[in-house]
């Protein structure tokens, strides 16, 4: 029995497997050789739950970041609005790389290209996903409330002060950030997502956009 709370696998499809498995070797011998069956891991047990009733996890109404970076310096933000009475819309997709990002941002550690390149080859993508929450503060709209999902925990940690930045680096950008988010009137919540989840067994608005974020920042940091 799956204890609430704890990382479980849920199958909706077929009917005669549909369930809720504690582990992946159940979960993997009940979908083995079943055609059709539709599987995934999810966080909790009560996400299972919901997936199985239908509901799945929608998105609460109001605006959203998901923002993703990578190693190879690609930044992806999407911008996500959910009304009362609507589904959740795609107000802005932007896939970057950090140069494009960073480039006349005023950050001082980062104001020539050189200086760019040096700290993506020391960061790789704690630099990248850090300059995916500048861009995202810089595109909300003034005094707005809004919520930042991201997979590094880092970017939440920092921005809350849970952790400590000891780079002087990456100290520099959270206080860019922080100092945007003044500046700019937002009042702005953190939400960690689990990296490359899927979303194949049911409805996951937050597994959906997080991969959107995580394809723009691929698809930038390959034409860069």
Same mark, same amino acid.
């Given at each position: ?36 069956? /539709? ?18 996890t929608?998105?609460? @109404? ?7 970076? =990578? ?10 609005? /959910? ?18 990002? !960073? ?9 020539? @290209? &050189? ?5 993506? =080859?020391?960061? /790789? =993508? ?12 810089r ?25 400590r ?18 500046? *700019? *009137?937002l009042?702005? &919540? !953190?939400? &960690? ?12 608005? !937050?597994?959906?956009? =997080?991969? *959107?974020?995580?394809?723009l ?8």
């Open positions: 029995m799956a204890k609430a709370g704890s990382k479980v696998y849920v199958v909706t499809e077929p009917e005669r497997i549909r369930g809720i498995y504690d582990s992946w070797p159940a979960c993997a011998a009940a979908v083995k050789g079943v055609s059709g069956a /539709r599987y995934q891991a999810v966080a909790s047990l009560e996400q299972a739950e919901a997936m199985l009733r239908g509901e799945g929608a998105l609460e @109404p109001g605006l959203y970041a998901f923002v993703d970076g =990578n190693h190879l310096g690609g930044v992806g933000v999407v911008l996500v609005e /959910r009304t009362a009475d609507g589904e959740p819309e795609i107000v802005e997709a932007l896939g970057l790389t950090v140069h494009q990002v !960073f480039a006349g941002a005023g950050l001082p550690s980062l104001s020539t @290209p &050189r200086a760019i390149t040096a700290a993506l =080859n020391r960061l /790789r =993508n704690v630099l990248a996903e850090l300059a995916a929450l500048h861009l995202a503060l595109l909300f709209p003034e005094g707005t409330a809004v919520t930042v999902v991201h997979d590094y925990e880092g970017v939440g940690a920092w921005l809350e002060g849970r952790w930045a000891k780079d002087p680096l990456v100290a520099e950008i959270v206080e860019a950030c922080r100092a945007l988010i003044g500046r *700019r *009137r009042a702005v &919540r !953190f939400r &960690r997502q689990s990296g490359h989840a899927a979303s194949w067994a049911g409805r996951d608005d !937050f597994a959906h956009f =997080n991969a *959107r974020a995580d394809a920042a691929t698809e930038a940091a390959a034409g860069a």
